[in-house]
């Protein structure tokens, strides 16, 4: 699904740093949670029409679960976030099992 050997690193804008703003994620947060075990991706396959777009589950440093909806840009080098927030009651508990 994601070869990390070709993520060269993430893909940032005004406008889908503000979104994350509104829920209390920077950039920052962001891009911990990709770095930090375990991670659980799952394909979007709703919202995969003009491009694939994938959720990623995860804790940053300071383990905070976030819940990231995202694509590949330039070549499927560059990480391109377009919602971050905290995970909801439904996504920790399927993170949960799948981190058993």
Do not use: C
């Not at 991670?39 to 383990?63: F, I, P």
């Not at 840009?73 to 377009?82: D, F, G, P």
């Amino acid at each position: 699904m994601l070869n990390w050997a070709n993520i060269t690193g993430f893909d940032w804008d005004a406008g889908n740093e503000r979104k994350n703003e509104k829920h209390g994620v920077t950039m920052a947060e962001a891009e911990q949670m990709f770095f930090n075990e375990p991670l659980l991706l799952l394909h979007d396959q709703m919202h995969s029409q003009q491009e694939v777009r994938l959720h990623a589950l995860g804790v940053t440093d300071d383990g905070r679960r976030l819940h990231i909806t995202f694509t590949l840009r330039q070549s499927h080098q560059l990480i391109r976030v377009i919602s971050a927030r905290d995970m909801n009651k439904k996504e920790r508990a399927a993170y949960e099992q799948a981190s058993i």
